[in-house]
Protein backbone atom coordinates (compact mmCIF):
# COMPACT_ATOMS: atom_id res chain seq x y z
CA UNK A 1 0.00 0.00 0.00
CA UNK A 2 2.03 3.10 -1.35
CA UNK A 3 1.95 6.75 0.44
CA UNK A 4 1.39 5.59 4.09
CA UNK A 5 4.64 6.58 5.23
CA UNK A 6 6.24 9.50 7.18
CA UNK A 7 6.53 12.88 5.14
CA UNK A 8 9.79 14.52 4.72
CA UNK A 9 9.75 18.44 6.48
CA UNK A 10 7.07 18.34 9.06
CA UNK A 11 5.79 21.25 10.87
CA UNK A 12 8.32 21.68 13.88
CA UNK A 13 6.87 21.00 17.64
CA UNK A 14 7.72 23.08 20.72
CA UNK A 15 9.09 19.71 21.99
CA UNK A 16 11.23 19.75 19.13
CA UNK A 17 12.76 22.87 19.61
CA UNK A 18 15.80 21.65 22.30
CA UNK A 19 17.28 18.79 19.83
CA UNK A 20 19.46 15.67 21.94
CA UNK A 21 22.50 14.40 20.20
CA UNK A 22 20.75 11.40 19.03
CA UNK A 23 18.17 13.25 16.81
CA UNK A 24 19.35 12.09 14.12
CA UNK A 25 22.06 9.43 15.15
CA UNK A 26 22.83 6.54 12.68
CA UNK A 27 25.32 4.10 15.02
CA UNK A 28 27.16 2.43 11.76
CA UNK A 29 27.47 4.00 8.80
CA UNK A 30 25.94 0.74 7.19
CA UNK A 31 22.96 -1.04 8.31
CA UNK A 32 23.37 -4.08 10.05
CA UNK A 33 23.15 -6.72 7.30
CA UNK A 34 21.31 -9.71 10.16
CA UNK A 35 19.94 -8.72 13.47
CA UNK A 36 18.06 -10.87 16.09
CA UNK A 37 15.49 -8.14 16.19
CA UNK A 38 14.66 -4.76 14.06
CA UNK A 39 12.42 -2.59 15.62
CA UNK A 40 10.77 -0.37 13.32
CA UNK A 41 10.01 3.45 15.02
CA UNK A 42 12.17 5.37 17.27
CA UNK A 43 8.85 6.91 18.76
CA UNK A 44 7.85 6.21 22.81
CA UNK A 45 6.84 2.61 21.77
CA UNK A 46 10.00 1.69 19.41
CA UNK A 47 12.45 3.47 22.45
CA UNK A 48 10.26 1.47 25.12
CA UNK A 49 10.61 -1.78 23.44
CA UNK A 50 14.48 -0.93 22.78
CA UNK A 51 14.82 -0.25 26.74
CA UNK A 52 12.77 -3.70 27.88
CA UNK A 53 14.32 -5.75 25.47
CA UNK A 54 18.58 -5.06 26.46
CA UNK A 55 17.40 -3.92 30.12
CA UNK A 56 19.00 -6.21 32.66
CA UNK A 57 19.18 -8.87 30.26
CA UNK A 58 22.55 -11.14 30.09
CA UNK A 59 22.23 -12.12 26.78
CA UNK A 60 20.99 -9.45 25.12
CA UNK A 61 19.63 -9.52 21.63
CA UNK A 62 21.44 -7.37 18.67
CA UNK A 63 18.64 -5.11 17.92
CA UNK A 64 18.28 -2.34 15.03
CA UNK A 65 15.89 0.67 15.72
CA UNK A 66 15.06 1.96 12.50
CA UNK A 67 13.60 5.69 12.15
CA UNK A 68 11.95 6.96 8.75
CA UNK A 69 12.91 10.94 9.97
CA UNK A 70 14.65 11.77 13.39
CA UNK A 71 14.05 10.16 16.53
CA UNK A 72 10.83 10.85 18.25
CA UNK A 73 9.47 12.88 15.19
CA UNK A 74 6.02 11.13 15.56
CA UNK A 75 2.91 11.31 17.69
CA UNK A 76 5.19 11.28 20.62
CA UNK A 77 6.88 14.53 19.85
CA UNK A 78 3.78 16.52 18.41
CA UNK A 79 1.33 15.83 21.61
CA UNK A 80 0.18 17.91 24.49
CA UNK A 81 2.44 17.29 26.66
CA UNK A 82 0.19 14.86 29.37
CA UNK A 83 0.51 11.94 31.48
CA UNK A 84 -3.11 11.67 32.13
CA UNK A 85 -4.73 8.63 32.39
CA UNK A 86 -9.35 9.11 32.58
CA UNK A 87 -10.70 7.79 35.21
CA UNK A 88 -14.14 8.56 34.64
CA UNK A 89 -15.14 9.77 31.00
CA UNK A 90 -13.67 7.02 29.28
CA UNK A 91 -14.59 4.39 31.69
CA UNK A 92 -18.10 5.63 30.51
CA UNK A 93 -16.96 5.05 26.94
CA UNK A 94 -15.72 2.11 26.75
CA UNK A 95 -17.98 0.28 29.43
CA UNK A 96 -20.90 1.32 27.08
CA UNK A 97 -18.96 -0.70 24.15
CA UNK A 98 -17.46 -3.50 25.79
CA UNK A 99 -18.55 -4.16 29.37
CA UNK A 100 -17.78 -3.06 32.88
CA UNK A 101 -15.18 -5.77 33.21
CA UNK A 102 -13.26 -4.68 30.45
CA UNK A 103 -13.33 -0.74 31.63
CA UNK A 104 -11.78 -1.48 34.57
CA UNK A 105 -9.07 -3.59 33.15
CA UNK A 106 -8.18 -0.58 31.04
CA UNK A 107 -8.47 2.30 33.57
CA UNK A 108 -6.36 0.57 36.01
CA UNK A 109 -4.11 -0.49 33.19
CA UNK A 110 -3.62 3.26 32.50
CA UNK A 111 -3.04 4.43 36.17
CA UNK A 112 -0.61 1.40 37.07
CA UNK A 113 0.99 2.85 33.34
CA UNK A 114 1.18 6.61 34.96
CA UNK A 115 3.02 5.30 38.04
CA UNK A 116 5.19 3.70 35.81
CA UNK A 117 6.20 6.49 33.87
CA UNK A 118 6.62 8.58 37.14
CA UNK A 119 8.71 5.75 38.70
CA UNK A 120 10.64 5.24 35.79
CA UNK A 121 11.57 9.25 35.51
CA UNK A 122 12.59 8.96 38.89
CA UNK A 123 14.69 5.91 39.40
CA UNK A 124 16.72 7.42 36.21
CA UNK A 125 16.99 11.05 37.05
CA UNK A 126 15.09 11.67 33.56
CA UNK A 127 15.45 15.81 33.13
CA UNK A 128 11.64 16.12 30.92
CA UNK A 129 9.72 18.57 33.40
CA UNK A 130 7.32 16.15 34.52
CA UNK A 131 5.13 17.86 37.11
CA UNK A 132 2.60 16.62 39.27
CA UNK A 133 -1.08 18.42 38.64
CA UNK A 134 -5.04 18.40 39.09
CA UNK A 135 -6.23 17.60 35.72
CA UNK A 136 -10.14 18.40 34.58
CA UNK A 137 -12.60 17.36 32.45
CA UNK A 138 -15.52 20.59 32.28
CA UNK A 139 -18.70 20.65 30.04
CA UNK A 140 -20.32 23.99 29.42
CA UNK A 141 -23.24 22.70 27.79
CA UNK A 142 -26.14 22.84 30.38
CA UNK A 143 -27.70 19.79 28.52
CA UNK A 144 -24.74 17.82 28.77
CA UNK A 145 -23.92 18.80 32.09
CA UNK A 146 -26.87 17.06 33.57
CA UNK A 147 -27.20 14.25 31.48
CA UNK A 148 -23.28 13.91 32.39
CA UNK A 149 -24.13 14.24 36.17
CA UNK A 150 -27.21 11.06 35.87
CA UNK A 151 -24.13 9.39 34.66
CA UNK A 152 -22.03 10.04 37.21
CA UNK A 153 -24.78 8.88 39.76
CA UNK A 154 -25.30 5.86 38.32
CA UNK A 155 -21.48 5.19 37.72
CA UNK A 156 -20.97 5.86 41.69
CA UNK A 157 -22.99 2.67 42.27
CA UNK A 158 -20.97 0.33 40.49
CA UNK A 159 -17.50 -1.02 41.16
CA UNK A 160 -15.57 1.28 39.73
CA UNK A 161 -11.85 1.57 41.33
CA UNK A 162 -10.66 4.47 39.58
CA UNK A 163 -13.95 6.68 40.16
CA UNK A 164 -12.09 7.40 43.86
CA UNK A 165 -9.29 9.33 42.19
CA UNK A 166 -11.97 11.89 40.92
CA UNK A 167 -14.13 14.97 42.48
CA UNK A 168 -16.86 15.78 40.94
CA UNK A 169 -18.01 19.67 41.35
CA UNK A 170 -21.36 21.25 40.40
CA UNK A 171 -22.81 24.10 39.50
CA UNK A 172 -22.24 25.90 42.26
CA UNK A 173 -18.48 25.64 42.24
CA UNK A 174 -17.10 23.86 38.43
CA UNK A 175 -16.25 27.90 37.07
CA UNK A 176 -14.19 28.35 40.17
CA UNK A 177 -12.58 25.15 40.74
CA UNK A 178 -11.65 25.04 36.67
CA UNK A 179 -11.30 28.75 35.62
CA UNK A 180 -13.38 27.76 32.63
CA UNK A 181 -15.72 30.48 32.13
CA UNK A 182 -19.21 28.91 31.63
CA UNK A 183 -18.24 25.45 33.34
CA UNK A 184 -21.32 24.05 34.48
CA UNK A 185 -19.94 20.68 35.74
CA UNK A 186 -16.56 19.50 36.19
CA UNK A 187 -14.51 16.10 37.43
CA UNK A 188 -11.07 16.82 38.80
CA UNK A 189 -8.57 13.83 39.41
CA UNK A 190 -4.67 13.78 39.02
CA UNK A 191 -2.64 13.92 36.07
CA UNK A 192 1.03 14.57 34.82
CA UNK A 193 2.65 17.51 33.01
CA UNK A 194 6.14 16.76 31.15
CA UNK A 195 8.31 17.15 27.95
CA UNK A 196 7.82 14.09 25.99
CA UNK A 197 10.48 14.42 23.58
CA UNK A 198 13.05 14.51 26.31
CA UNK A 199 11.36 11.48 28.00
CA UNK A 200 11.61 9.17 24.74
CA UNK A 201 15.12 10.28 23.92
CA UNK A 202 16.69 9.64 27.37
CA UNK A 203 14.64 6.36 27.09
CA UNK A 204 16.01 5.83 23.63
CA UNK A 205 19.91 7.23 24.69
CA UNK A 206 19.84 4.37 27.51
CA UNK A 207 18.97 1.54 25.27
CA UNK A 208 21.48 2.57 22.55
CA UNK A 209 24.25 2.41 25.67
CA UNK A 210 23.20 -0.67 25.90
CA UNK A 211 23.49 -2.01 22.97
CA UNK A 212 21.01 -1.05 20.40
CA UNK A 213 21.93 0.11 16.86
CA UNK A 214 20.00 3.62 16.17
CA UNK A 215 19.52 4.28 12.49
CA UNK A 216 17.21 7.49 11.79
CA UNK A 217 16.52 8.50 8.07
CA UNK A 218 16.15 5.33 7.11
CA UNK A 219 12.27 4.89 5.80
CA UNK A 220 11.40 1.49 5.72
CA UNK A 221 9.24 0.60 2.66
CA UNK A 222 8.57 -2.93 2.94
CA UNK A 223 8.83 -6.40 5.01
CA UNK A 224 8.74 -9.39 3.12
CA UNK A 225 5.30 -11.88 3.33
CA UNK A 226 7.27 -14.48 4.89
CA UNK A 227 11.26 -15.40 6.38
CA UNK A 228 13.62 -17.23 4.04
CA UNK A 229 14.79 -20.16 4.78
CA UNK A 230 17.30 -19.78 7.88
CA UNK A 231 14.41 -17.50 9.56
CA UNK A 232 15.37 -14.18 8.12
CA UNK A 233 13.01 -11.62 7.50
CA UNK A 234 13.61 -9.33 5.37
CA UNK A 235 12.95 -5.15 6.03
CA UNK A 236 13.38 -3.24 2.67
CA UNK A 237 14.46 -0.14 3.54
CA UNK A 238 15.79 3.58 1.58
CA UNK A 239 19.43 2.20 2.11
CA UNK A 240 19.20 -1.45 1.37
CA UNK A 241 17.83 -4.48 3.57
CA UNK A 242 18.51 -5.64 6.14
CA UNK A 243 17.57 -8.71 7.94
CA UNK A 244 16.06 -10.04 11.48
CA UNK A 245 14.69 -13.07 12.98
CA UNK A 246 11.80 -10.56 14.62
CA UNK A 247 10.80 -7.77 13.51
CA UNK A 248 8.52 -5.05 15.75
CA UNK A 249 6.54 -2.39 14.48
CA UNK A 250 6.16 0.21 16.59
CA UNK A 251 4.68 2.06 13.69
CA UNK A 252 1.43 3.75 15.22
CA UNK A 253 -0.34 5.54 12.24
CA UNK A 254 1.55 4.21 9.51
CA UNK A 255 0.87 0.54 10.30
CA UNK A 256 -0.73 -0.79 7.73
CA UNK A 257 1.64 1.01 5.21
CA UNK A 258 4.12 -2.06 6.25
CA UNK A 259 1.11 -4.35 7.18
CA UNK A 260 -1.74 -4.01 4.76
CA UNK A 261 -4.27 -6.86 7.15
CA UNK A 262 -4.51 -3.38 9.59
CA UNK A 263 -5.54 -0.77 7.34
CA UNK A 264 -9.14 -1.22 8.73
CA UNK A 265 -7.92 -1.52 12.22
CA UNK A 266 -5.35 1.27 12.52
CA UNK A 267 -5.86 4.32 10.74
CA UNK A 268 -4.17 7.47 10.81
CA UNK A 269 -6.06 10.94 12.19
CA UNK A 270 -4.24 14.23 12.17
CA UNK A 271 -4.74 16.54 15.09
CA UNK A 272 -3.27 20.55 15.76
CA UNK A 273 -1.59 21.64 18.61
CA UNK A 274 -0.35 25.13 19.54
CA UNK A 275 1.78 26.79 22.15
CA UNK A 276 0.49 30.23 23.55
CA UNK A 277 2.46 32.80 25.36
CA UNK A 278 0.62 35.10 27.98
CA UNK A 279 1.89 38.46 27.31
CA UNK A 280 3.90 40.37 30.45
CA UNK A 281 0.70 42.56 30.78
CA UNK A 282 -1.98 39.54 31.55
CA UNK A 283 0.22 38.12 34.34
CA UNK A 284 -0.49 41.08 36.47
CA UNK A 285 -4.19 41.66 35.26
CA UNK A 286 -5.00 37.98 34.71
CA UNK A 287 -5.43 35.02 37.34
CA UNK A 288 -3.44 32.34 36.57
CA UNK A 289 -6.05 29.08 35.96
CA UNK A 290 -6.49 27.23 38.97
CA UNK A 291 -5.36 23.91 37.06
CA UNK A 292 -2.54 22.40 35.56
CA UNK A 293 -4.67 21.14 33.19
CA UNK A 294 -8.26 20.61 31.78
CA UNK A 295 -10.16 19.36 28.76
CA UNK A 296 -13.24 21.63 28.08
CA UNK A 297 -16.27 19.29 26.77
CA UNK A 298 -18.75 21.19 24.27
CA UNK A 299 -20.75 18.63 23.53
CA UNK A 300 -19.21 15.92 25.85
CA UNK A 301 -18.32 13.31 25.80
CA UNK A 302 -18.92 13.44 21.95
CA UNK A 303 -16.63 16.29 21.76
CA UNK A 304 -13.57 17.91 23.40
CA UNK A 305 -13.37 20.98 21.87
CA UNK A 306 -9.91 22.02 23.28
CA UNK A 307 -7.34 20.97 26.11
CA UNK A 308 -4.49 22.51 27.39
CA UNK A 309 -1.74 22.08 29.85
CA UNK A 310 -0.17 24.92 32.02
CA UNK A 311 3.48 24.43 31.79
CA UNK A 312 5.94 26.56 34.74
CA UNK A 313 6.64 29.19 32.43
CA UNK A 314 3.18 30.20 32.42
CA UNK A 315 2.89 29.14 28.64
CA UNK A 316 -0.15 27.18 27.62
CA UNK A 317 0.47 23.96 25.38
CA UNK A 318 -3.18 24.02 23.38
CA UNK A 319 -4.33 20.74 21.27
CA UNK A 320 -7.71 20.25 20.07
CA UNK A 321 -9.56 22.98 17.87
CA UNK A 322 -11.88 20.21 16.69
CA UNK A 323 -15.17 22.77 16.40
CA UNK A 324 -13.25 24.59 14.03
CA UNK A 325 -12.55 21.97 11.14
CA UNK A 326 -14.48 18.92 12.82
CA UNK A 327 -17.72 19.71 10.23
CA UNK A 328 -15.67 20.02 7.32
CA UNK A 329 -14.45 17.37 5.04
CA UNK A 330 -13.20 14.89 6.81
CA UNK A 331 -10.08 14.60 4.79
CA UNK A 332 -8.70 17.26 6.81
CA UNK A 333 -7.94 14.76 9.23
CA UNK A 334 -8.99 10.80 8.89
CA UNK A 335 -6.33 8.97 7.09
CA UNK A 336 -4.47 12.26 6.78
CA UNK A 337 -0.56 11.49 7.02
CA UNK A 338 0.22 15.22 6.08
CA UNK A 339 2.27 16.54 8.89
CA UNK A 340 4.65 18.83 6.80
CA UNK A 341 1.30 21.63 6.67
CA UNK A 342 -1.09 23.29 8.88
CA UNK A 343 -5.17 21.96 9.23
CA UNK A 344 -5.39 25.84 8.11
CA UNK A 345 -8.81 26.33 9.09
CA UNK A 346 -7.76 25.63 12.94
CA UNK A 347 -4.94 27.90 13.39
CA UNK A 348 -7.39 30.99 14.07
CA UNK A 349 -8.72 28.96 17.05
CA UNK A 350 -5.88 29.46 19.23
CA UNK A 351 -5.99 33.65 18.61
CA UNK A 352 -8.09 34.35 21.06
CA UNK A 353 -8.19 31.16 22.77
CA UNK A 354 -7.57 32.07 26.43
CA UNK A 355 -10.19 35.04 26.40
CA UNK A 356 -12.52 32.86 25.28
CA UNK A 357 -11.78 30.13 27.47
CA UNK A 358 -10.65 31.56 31.55
CA UNK A 359 -12.37 33.91 34.15
CA UNK A 360 -11.24 37.07 34.44
CA UNK A 361 -9.14 36.97 30.71
CA UNK A 362 -12.24 38.81 29.35
CA UNK A 363 -11.59 41.47 26.57
CA UNK A 364 -8.70 39.27 25.30
CA UNK A 365 -8.11 40.06 21.34
CA UNK A 366 -10.75 42.37 21.76
CA UNK A 367 -8.92 45.62 20.10
CA UNK A 368 -6.84 45.41 22.96
CA UNK A 369 -3.52 44.43 23.80
CA UNK A 370 -3.53 40.58 23.55
CA UNK A 371 -3.66 39.00 26.76
CA UNK A 372 -2.16 35.58 24.81
CA UNK A 373 -0.11 35.01 21.80
CA UNK A 374 0.02 31.96 19.73
CA UNK A 375 3.69 31.64 19.26
CA UNK A 376 3.84 28.02 17.31
CA UNK A 377 1.10 25.77 15.53
CA UNK A 378 1.79 22.26 14.09
CA UNK A 379 0.29 19.10 13.48
CA UNK A 380 0.93 15.35 14.38
CA UNK A 381 -0.08 12.57 13.10
CA UNK A 382 -1.72 9.69 15.37
CA UNK A 383 -2.87 5.88 15.26
CA UNK A 384 -6.54 5.30 15.69
CA UNK A 385 -8.02 2.20 16.63
CA UNK A 386 -11.48 1.39 15.06
CA UNK A 387 -12.07 -0.52 18.06
CA UNK A 388 -10.59 2.14 20.39
CA UNK A 389 -8.53 -0.40 21.90
CA UNK A 390 -4.43 -0.53 20.47
CA UNK A 391 -3.19 -3.71 19.26
CA UNK A 392 -0.12 -5.44 20.84
CA UNK A 393 1.16 -9.07 20.22
CA UNK A 394 2.43 -11.16 17.22
CA UNK A 395 0.81 -10.53 14.36
CA UNK A 396 -1.61 -12.96 13.06
CA UNK A 397 0.05 -15.75 10.27
CA UNK A 398 3.18 -14.06 10.54
CA UNK A 399 5.18 -15.84 13.21
CA UNK A 400 8.21 -13.59 14.05
CA UNK A 401 6.32 -10.17 13.53
CA UNK A 402 5.13 -8.02 16.25
CA UNK A 403 3.34 -4.83 16.40
CA UNK A 404 2.69 -2.10 19.43
CA UNK A 405 0.11 0.34 17.78
CA UNK A 406 -2.99 2.22 17.59
CA UNK A 407 -3.02 4.24 20.75
CA UNK A 408 -5.88 6.52 19.47
CA UNK A 409 -3.98 9.40 20.95
CA UNK A 410 -3.81 8.46 24.07
CA UNK A 411 -0.29 6.96 24.16
CA UNK A 412 1.29 8.15 27.21
CA UNK A 413 -0.48 6.36 29.66
CA UNK A 414 -0.40 3.52 27.61
CA UNK A 415 2.36 2.61 25.72
CA UNK A 416 5.57 2.51 28.40
CA UNK A 417 4.03 -1.15 30.15
CA UNK A 418 2.41 -2.22 26.54
CA UNK A 419 5.96 -2.32 25.38
CA UNK A 420 7.13 -3.89 28.68
CA UNK A 421 5.00 -6.33 27.93
CA UNK A 422 5.62 -7.39 24.30
CA UNK A 423 8.95 -7.40 24.91
CA UNK A 424 8.82 -10.08 27.88
CA UNK A 425 6.76 -11.90 24.54
CA UNK A 426 9.82 -11.41 22.33
CA UNK A 427 12.62 -11.80 24.79
CA UNK A 428 11.21 -14.44 27.37
CA UNK A 429 8.35 -16.24 25.70
CA UNK A 430 5.67 -14.78 28.09
CA UNK A 431 2.10 -15.45 27.01
CA UNK A 432 -0.12 -12.27 26.52
CA UNK A 433 -1.98 -13.30 29.37
CA UNK A 434 0.70 -12.68 32.06
CA UNK A 435 2.24 -9.03 30.48
CA UNK A 436 -0.28 -7.39 32.50
CA UNK A 437 -1.64 -6.22 29.16
CA UNK A 438 -5.52 -5.43 28.74
CA UNK A 439 -6.94 -8.66 27.31
CA UNK A 440 -8.95 -6.32 24.62
CA UNK A 441 -5.10 -4.89 23.37
CA UNK A 442 -4.28 -8.32 21.76
CA UNK A 443 -4.07 -8.12 18.51
CA UNK A 444 -5.23 -11.49 16.38
CA UNK A 445 -6.92 -12.53 13.49
CA UNK A 446 -10.37 -12.97 14.82
CA UNK A 447 -10.34 -9.62 16.04
CA UNK A 448 -9.48 -7.94 13.06
CA UNK A 449 -11.71 -10.16 10.35
CA UNK A 450 -14.19 -8.76 13.27
CA UNK A 451 -13.00 -4.83 11.94
CA UNK A 452 -12.78 -5.71 9.04
CA UNK A 453 -16.60 -6.80 8.59
CA UNK A 454 -16.95 -3.85 10.61
CA UNK A 455 -18.61 -5.31 13.95
CA UNK A 456 -16.39 -2.94 15.94
CA UNK A 457 -15.96 -0.14 13.70
CA UNK A 458 -19.25 1.61 15.14
CA UNK A 459 -17.64 1.76 18.58
CA UNK A 460 -15.25 4.60 17.40
CA UNK A 461 -17.93 6.77 16.39
CA UNK A 462 -20.94 5.74 18.17
CA UNK A 463 -19.88 4.82 21.95
CA UNK A 464 -18.95 8.33 22.96
CA UNK A 465 -22.60 10.09 21.78
CA UNK A 466 -24.50 6.64 23.35
CA UNK A 467 -22.93 6.50 26.53
CA UNK A 468 -25.90 7.62 28.16
CA UNK A 469 -28.24 5.21 26.84
CA UNK A 470 -28.46 2.51 29.85
CA UNK A 471 -29.39 5.47 32.00
Known amino acids: MAGLYPVPNATIPYWRTELHELDSHRSTAELPKKQ ?5 GAGFAGAALAHYLLKDNASKPSVTILEAREACSGATGRNGGQLRPNPFVDVAVRMQAQGLETANQVARFEAANARAVVELVGEERIACDLRAVTTADAFVDAGEAARIRKLWDAMAKLDCPTLR ?3 FHGAEDAERVTGVKGAKVAFTYPAHLLWPYKLVMHILAGAVRDGA ?3 THTPVHEVSETPDVEGYWTVATSRGPAKARRVLFATNAYTSGLLPEYDDAI ?3 RGTVARVVPSSSSSSSSPSPPLGSCAL ?3 SPALVDSYYGLRADGSFIVGGARSAYGHLDSGVWYRNFDDATLIQPAVPFFDGWAGRTFVGWE ?5 KEAKAKVESVWTGIMGYSADSAPHIGPVPSKPGLYVCAG ?3 HGMPNVLLCAKGLAAMVRDGCAFADTGVPACYETGAERLRKIAEGAEVKTTGRARADIYLKY
Request: proline share 0%; aromatic share 8%.
Open 36 to 40: DIVII
Open 407 to 409: FNG
Open 213 to 215: NLQ
Open 165 to 167: DVA
Open 363 to 367: GEGEG
Open 297 to 299: QLK
Open 267 to 269: YAA
